[in-house]
């Protein structure tokens, strides 16, 4: 994340990073914001790594539930595997049936809508529920 936000591109940590995080048996461990911020580093980093991004895609989209992602977290992994160019569609179906189930709009900001409806688009997602 701060390699991300400071500019600073260093392709070797991130193919590193990349490859021990997709190797891994499970994402158990790691939080929501942690799966969010890992997959918008290599987002905005612009650090190609299709297994780590898979790998997350895989987990998020398995969980029970999303009630462990706020809705920046929700908004940020979507945006960053449509930045990415990774497709996967079970993580937006999971993530559209998130936002379309009850109670969960309200806690929306217009910031985590319009990155959602981006992500969705560049996607070329639909969520129809």
């Not at 701060?2 to 997709?22: C, L, N, Q, R, Y």
């Given at each position: 994340w701060?390699?991300?936000?400071?500019?600073?591109?260093?392709?070797?940590?991130?193919?590193?990073?990349?490859?021990?995080?997709?190797?891994?048996?499970?994402?158990?461990?790691?939080?929501?914001?942690?799966?969010?911020?890992?997959?918008?580093?290599?987002?905005?980093?612009?650090?190609?790594?299709?297994?780590?991004?898979?790998?997350?895609?895989?987990?998020?989209?398995?969980?029970?539930?999303?009630?462990?992602?706020?809705?920046?977290a929700?908004?940020?992994?979507?945006?960053?595997?449509?930045?990415?160019?990774?497709?996967?569609?079970?993580?937006?179906?999971?993530?559209?049936?998130?936002?379309?189930?009850?109670?969960?709009?309200?806690?929306?900001?217009?910031?985590?809508?319009?990155?959602?409806?981006?992500?969705?688009?560049?996607?070329?997602?639909?969520?129809?529920?």
């Open positions: 701060a390699f991300a936000t400071a500019g600073v591109s260093h392709p070797e940590m991130f193919k590193k990073i990349g490859d021990h995080v997709s190797g891994l048996c499970s994402l158990d461990s790691f939080k929501a914001q942690a799966l969010s911020n890992t997959a918008w580093a290599f987002a905005t980093a612009g650090a190609s790594h299709a297994e780590l991004f898979n790998k997350i895609g895989d987990h998020i989209a398995g969980l029970g539930s999303l009630d462990s992602f706020d809705p920046q929700l908004s940020n992994t979507a945006w960053a595997f449509a930045t990415a160019g990774e497709s996967h569609p079970e993580l937006f179906r999971k993530i559209g049936g998130h936002i379309a189930g009850p109670g969960s709009l309200c806690s929306f900001n217009p910031q985590d809508f319009s990155n959602i409806a981006w992500a969705f688009a560049t996607a070329g997602v639909s969520h129809r529920e």
